[in-house]
């Protein structure tokens, strides 16, 4: 049985590395714009997989690059940030959704595009802000450790909502947090230590290794 060809578009959601050893066989591209898929679709690969891609500073993946990828027969998966925005815009046209923000947006817990957004560094693409999806489950992550009550988590949680996405960093969110009178000062003290401990969650690497893993559990499937 003849090989796989794979594409996939990605950047700071998991470093290049990792995703290598996951997946060593596919051609791995940085985030894609408008136009990326279409070029792709030209070089019939047999599966697309669409992790990261531009949101804001270009023009974004567009909906008919995915049904012209699909129409073609082509196998489009999507996860962790652009991805996982389009799989649930669609679905019901056969792209796949895999993880657990595309779970968020396919239930319509999440729907801004600004959920998933950061800000990368130009050089090495790799992320220097925080997603907001990734602050939603470090939150809900907080709650459950005791670190925070469930009114201060939905309260730092709208503070982070009302960022401007470049500027999502937990330094900054906590900053913004002392400014408030209705947190407790030892709390957030806590919550700081948590984070510089390693607690934060970042669902969105979790769904691009996810990713990855499904498309390599379907390559070995099929040559078996």
């Known amino acids: 049985m003849k090989s ?23 051609d791995f591209r940085p985030p894609a714009s408008r136009g990326d898929l279409e070029k792709a679709v030209a070089e019939n690969p047999d599966i697309i997989c669409l992790i990261d891609g531009v949101f804001f500073e270009q023009c974004s993946v567009g909906h008919r690059e995915i049904l012209s990828a699909l129409n073609k027969g082509i196998f489009v998966v999507g996860a962790s940030s652009m991805g996982a925005l389009r799989a649930s815009e669609t679905e019901s046209f056969g792209m796949v959704g895999i993880g657990k923000v595309f779970e968020l947006y396919k239930n319509k817990i999440v729907e801004s595009d600004d959920e998933v957004a950061v800000t990368c560094d130009p050089f090495t693409n790799e992320a220097i802000t925080e997603a907001l999806v990734n ?11 005791s670190i925070l009550t469930v009114d201060e988590s939905a309260n730092l949680f709208q ?3 009302e960022m401007y996405y ?4 937990y330094d900054f969110l906590i900053e913004k947090a002392r400014e408030d009178d209705s947190f407790d000062d030892d709390h957030l003290n806590i919550f700081e230590k948590w984070i510089a ?3 934060a969650a970042d669902i969105k690497k979790e769904d691009a290794i996810a990713v990855l893993k499904f498309i390599s559990a379907e390559i070995q499937e099929e040559s078996n």
């Open 4 to 26: 796989q060809s794979i594409i996939v578009f990605l950047g700071p959601s998991l470093d290049l590395e990792t995703a290598r050893r996951i997946l060593p066989s596919a």
């Open 135 to 145: 602050i939603r489950a470090t939150l809900e992550k907080a709650v459950s450790a």
């Open 159 to 161: 503070i982070a909502a």
């Open 166 to 169: 470049p500027d999502r960093i």
């Open 197 to 199: 401990e390693g607690n």
